[in-house]
């Protein structure tokens, strides 16, 4: 079969209903949607009913790879999952790293599609051509870290393999997938694999390369990149990973990553290996010092026991915040929950609360809901405990509208932690508070600050974040890049190069993913090009999310405390500093949203998008500009368009 460089050429399609097989080619996707989000969007708009609930059979999974998937030194082997979530009925998504996603395309695949479900356990199979669906009444009930350990004991270490632990099974709302590298999958997708009898699906290659269409081109832009990492300030330097003994830490790269990250492996004293990284490394060690008066090895134990279970670390972390506010007040004790919530911080909570959640006993049916619905299940003094932190995501918020305005929009618009676009601000800014602190070695200065936003967010002005001016046009020019990111897919810890240690005003140069792509590819991108898709896939996943029942501005909101509750501090940025007016430091510690400034922010975000201002509805003109005349006729046919 011929095909594009840089696919494979071919997307599976399994239904695991009657246990059939087939392939389309990747073809009938990639010219307008390119790869990872962008085709896993246009795929569930085909094929998934609007008011199915997530477990379903009909719900898709749909596993993605971009097309610079597989190819060394862009950091682009990431891989998504696509589906419906159950944390709020809506398509979602999540973003994993490691090996599978590289191992999927080198088995001859740019996707793998579930459907339908099994009438007992089973396995998936990928071996190249060699696809089958296989018993797994032994693997029943296996952490999802066992079960990938026995698999790969079984088939071959060669084999890479991803799986759910005991909450994907029950169906627990927040779990999450686990694979090779400790690579894990949030949104509730686990409960999703869960609900169509997948334990796991285990993937081994042919071939280990991807076809290049410049590879002169492709090689001079991985030195590029090289020396663009190598310049400047790493994102690995932002934040220390931990206390704990460094010595213990090595670097994990994933599958073609030309540098790494902060992503590491820590080996504990037990002898357990396993990922340390960012909030899934960090989520219980402040209350496990607290508890124990000292730093031990808790907390990777903890997060260990999290991926083993398979369930999402950030949702247990504000899980445990609300449960700690519930204890303290008396509406929860030990004896009531079965669970030792005067003992938070210790290693017997920990295990307690995330086997009583995983197999949903006792108080842990309850919990295995989510927050929210746990909130809700005991009343409204247990509801005003959640009031001031938990965004609707399920996740406690950070990055913020309080702190920097724009991520409101993000926030807003989307159906889980838009982290991707979360990140193009606050860590530009993490780095520039950095240098303000006195650290000269960073580049990031306020004429930096200002000198990037002009170049990425549309206007100098967008950097100063004493105003709302200019932050509507930053979101869209955020969202467009980020949307066209996640279908090439580039990593989100070394993408964008927005700050330059090789450049004479240190302003990074947003055209290398498109660059990247056209080398890749062999197509006839630019910049603007690229950006195009990203407004495309972007306004698709606008669309789904319209049919499936989002009201438009109505639900383009934040939670209230945004409004009425002072910022108290925020993760990397404890004293809220953001340059002001012409690059002052302003603290914006105490501050709010301010209520009307936003709804005008979202006035102008809507017609920068070409959309109805009093709806948020879409417009028939702005889609069919896009390409997307036909999801136009859809939305106007069930009277969701804004003509």
């Not at 990922?275 to 219980?284: D, E, P, S, V």
């Not at 995330?354 to 299940?377: I, P, Q, W, Y």
Request: include cysteine; charged fraction near 25%; aromatic fraction near 8%.
């Amino acid at each position: 079969m011929t095909h594009s460089k840089g696919y494979a050429g071919s997307i599976l399609r399994v239904n695991l209903s009657d246990g059939s097989n087939n392939k389309v080619p990747t073809e009938d996707y990639e010219d307008l949607f390119l790869g990872g989000r962008g085709i896993a969007a246009k795929v569930y708009w085909d094929e998934v009913p609007p008011r199915i609930d997530a477990f379903d059979p009909e719900n898709r999974l749909i596993f993605i790879t971009g097309p610079v998937a597989g190819v060394p030194g862009f950091a682009g082997s990431r891989w998504q999952v696509c589906g419906k979530s159950p944390i709020h009925d809506r398509f979602s998504y999540c973003n994993l790293g490691g090996s599978w996603g590289a191992e999927l395309k080198f088995a001859g695949y740019d996707g793998l599609v579930v459907y339908g479900k099994a009438d007992r356990p089973v396995y998936l199979l990928v071996d190249g051509e060699r696809v089958e669906i296989r018993e797994a009444t032994h693997l029943t009930g296996m952490g999802a870290i066992s079960c990938r350990e026995r698999l790969k004991e079984e088939l071959g270490r060669a084999f890479r393999v991803v799986t759910v632990g005991a909450a994907g099974e029950s169906r627990v709302v927040f779990a999450s997938l686990v694979a090779d590298n400790d690579s894990t999958g949030s949104s509730g997708l686990g409960a999703v694999m869960g609900s169509k009898n997948l334990k796991a699906i285990a993937v081994r290659g042919t071939r280990r390369k991807v076809d290049v269409d410049d590879v002169e081109k492709a090689r001079k832009l991985r030195e590029r990149l090289r020396l663009e990492l190598k310049s400047r300030f790493a994102f690995d330097q932002i934040i220390l990973p931990s206390l704990l003994n460094p010595d213990r830490m090595k670097k994990d790269v994933c599958y073609g990553c030309s540098s790494g990250c902060m992503r590491l492996t820590y080996r504990a004293m037990s002898g357990i290996t396993g990922k340390f990284m960012c909030q899934a490394g960090l989520f219980y060690e402040v209350r496990a010092k607290r508890y124990y008066g000292e730093l031990n090895e808790v907390p990777f134990e903890a997060t260990k026991l999290c991926d083993d279970y398979g369930v999402d670390t950030h949702a247990i972390e504000t899980m445990i915040m609300w449960l700690s506010r519930c204890y303290q007040t008396k509406l929860l004790t030990d004896e009531l929950t079965g669970i030792p919530l005067s003992k938070i911080g210790s290693k017997e909570f920990i295990e307690t609360l995330l086997s009583r959640v995983s197999h949903r006993d006792g108080f842990g049916d309850v919990l295995a809901n989510g927050t929210h619905k746990a909130a809700e299940t005991l009343g409204s003094e247990a509801q005003e405990l959640i009031t001031d932190y938990l965004t609707k995501t399920g996740y406690n918020s950070i990055y913020g509208a309080r702190l920097y305005i724009t991520t409101g929009l993000f926030y807003a618009m989307e159906p889980r932690l838009p982290i991707q676009q979360l990140h193009e601000i606050s860590v530009l800014n993490m780095l520039w508070a950095m240098r303000a602190a006195g650290m000269e070695n960073i580049q990031v200065t306020s004429e930096v600050m200002r000198a990037v936003a002009k170049r990425f967010w549309g206007s100098e002005i967008a950097a100063d974040f004493s105003t709302y001016e200019g932050k509507a046009l930053a979101a869209a020019k955020i969202q467009d890049r980020q949307y066209a990111k996640e279908c090439l897919v580039l990593c989100d810890f070394l993408w964008p190069i927005s700050h330059s240690g090789l450049s004479e005003d240190h302003v990074g140069d947003p055209t290398l993913e498109s660059q990247v792509c056209a080398a890749v590819t062999g197509r006839d991108i630019d910049e603007r090009g690229l950006y195009k898709i990203g407004e495309r896939v972007f306004n698709l996943q606008r669309a789904i999310h319209i049919r499936e029942g989002h009201k438009g501005r109505e639900d383009d909101c934040l939670e209230e405390f945004n409004f009425t509750v002072p910022l108290k501090g925020d993760f990397g940025n404890p004293g809220c500093i953001v340059p002001g007016k012409d690059g002052e430091i302003l603290s914006r510690k105490g501050m709010v949203v301010e209520r009307e400034k936003f709804e005008q922010m979202k006035d102008e975000f809507y017609q920068i998008r070409g959309w109805d201002v009093p709806t948020g509805f879409q417009k028939r003109a702005k889609l069919e500009e896009l390409g997307l005349g036909e999801i136009a006729e859809t939305l106007a046919g069930e009277g969701l368009l804004a003509e």
